[in-house]
């Protein structure tokens, strides 16, 4: 029987950006955390930072999605401290730059095993005991790329992030009598570290600032929705604006704009 006093949420990629915003604003509502990433002492200075601000728990498990191995390690590392996860966000993510034969395969296959294998699997493996215990739930981060036209450049982003958003319908739709929600999370363009490592910061910078959000307000919306059993929410009014637009235009029309305008925020010559 687990002797959890507080709820704990397990936030994947929480070094920087929207997983490092989730974090802080779970631990302000009083979730303990396990935090996991790459970089060790970016995690463990934000556990630190998190425990001594909100008065949490904050476990750190250093793993790299990329390895197909890391979701059960993870798992197992769960089992081994007794920790029961009652909400997952899987919010690890990155673009790659350039058009799809740009890249080599092995970009590719590391990009799917971290935007797509991973969650699927944490998911899969996590999900059972959220629904023996009637409650938990499931927050993937997912992107408003995944309700627009495919752009040219970073060619598997949307399509990765459009499987998520799917996924969490169907999630929602199969464990609303369960007592788990699931949503996915579909922000624009966001204040993070997302476009230093895709390399397209200074192109992205030249966007409006009405575009722009940051990364607390997206954190906050998210949960929000969660809480709410919303299965998907797209963060902000302009956001949501362009997505009613995307749905209404033909298609032909839809191609022809996401054509012209892939240059302004996607790197087609993968550096």
Request: aromatic fraction near 6%; glycine fraction near 8%; include cysteine.
């Amino acid at each position: 029987m687990s002797t959890q006093i507080r709820p704990i949420a397990m936030v994947t990629g929480a070094s920087a950006g929207i997983g490092e915003a989730i974090a802080s604003a779970l631990a302000a509502r009083g979730y303990d955390l396990v935090l996991t990433a790459r970089r060790g002492m970016r995690l463990k200075a934000l556990a630190e930072r998190l425990q001594h601000a909100s008065g949490i728990t904050a476990h750190v498990l250093v793993e790299d999605l990329a390895d197909p191995l890391a979701p059960r390690r993870l798992v197992d590392a769960l089992e081994e401290r007794a920790l029961d996860i009652d909400l997952l966000v899987n919010n690890a993510g990155y673009g790659v730059p350039g058009r799809f034969e740009q890249p080599s395969w092995g970009s590719h296959a590391a990009f799917l095993q971290v935007l797509l294998h991973a969650p699927t699997e944490l998911t899969y493996r996590l999900l059972p005991a959220m629904q023996q215990r009637h409650r938990g739930g499931i927050l993937n981060v997912a992107s408003l790329a995944g309700h627009l036209p495919g752009s040219v450049g970073h060619t598997l982003y949307a399509a990765v992030k459009a499987y998520m958003i799917r996924f969490s319908q169907s999630l929602a739709l199969e464990n609303r009598d369960r007592g788990v929600h699931a949503c996915a999370l579909c922000p624009g363009f966001t204040y993070s570290e997302f476009h230093d490592v895709t390399g397209t910061r200074e192109r992205v910078s030249r966007m409006p600032k009405w575009m722009w959000m940051d990364a607390d307000t997206v954190a906050r919306q998210g949960l929000d929705a969660l809480e709410r059993g919303d299965a998907v929410h797209v963060t902000g009014r302009v956001n949501r604006m362009i997505k009613a637009l995307s749905d209404i235009l033909p298609d032909r029309i839809a191609l022809r704009l996401a054509a012209s305008q892939s240059s302004r925020y996607r790197d087609l010559d993968g550096g």
